[in-house]
Nanobody, 123 residues
Framework: QVQLVESGGGLVQAGDSLRLSCAASGLTFSRYGMGWFRQAPGKERAFVAGISASGMSTTYVDSVKGRFTISRDNAKNTVYLQMASLKPEDTAVYYC????????????????WGQGTQVTVSS
C-alpha cells in the first residue's frame, strides 16, 4: 500500500535549522507532486511548500519563503524540507503528502498523507 513516513522533527531553538524527510513507498514516486503542510495546535492544516513530480518547480507559502527549501530525490523516493532561521511560530506537526496534480496548495488536492512529525521551536 502507499505509505509516506516523515522523520527529522524535534525541539530546536529560534534561529536553528532542521531538515525533514519523507520517504515514500507503494507508488511511482516520480509521477507524484509532493507537498509539505503543517498544523499548529488549534489551527487548521496549512500548506507550506510543494514540488512538482520532476522537481523542476516549487512553490512556498509567503511566511517561509527564503527560509525553507523543498527538494526531492526521485532515486531515493524521498522529499525533503530544509528549514532555516526557524521561529517559534513554525512550531507545528509537519505532514508530507502526495498528489497527481501540479503544485496544488489545498489539502483536498492531495491523495496520500504521512503521519506527521513534530517540530517545536523555542524562543
Amino acid at each position: 500500500q502507499v505509505q509516506l513516513v516523515e522523520s527529522g522533527g524535534g525541539l530546536v531553538q529560534a534561529g536553528d535549522s532542521l531538515r525533514l524527510s519523507c520517504a515514500a513507498s507503494g507508488l511511482t514516486f516520480s509521477r507524484y507532486g509532493m507537498g509539505w503542510f503543517r498544523q499548529a495546535p488549534g489551527k487548521e492544516r496549512a500548506f507550506v511548500a510543494g514540488i512538482s513530480a520532476s522537481g523542476m518547480s516549487t512553490t512556498y507559502v509567503d511566511s517561509v519563503k527564503g527560509r525553507f527549501t523543498i527538494s526531492r530525490d526521485n532515486a531515493k523516493n524521498t522529499v525533503y524540507l530544509q528549514m532555516a532561521s526557524l521561529k517559534p511560530e513554525d512550531t507545528a506537526v509537519y505532514y508530507c503528502a502526495a498528489t497527481r496534480l501540479y503544485l496544488p496548495t489545498r489539502t483536498y488536492e492531495y491523495d496520500t498523507w504521512g503521519q506527521g512529525t513534530q517540530v517545536t521551536v523555542s524562543s
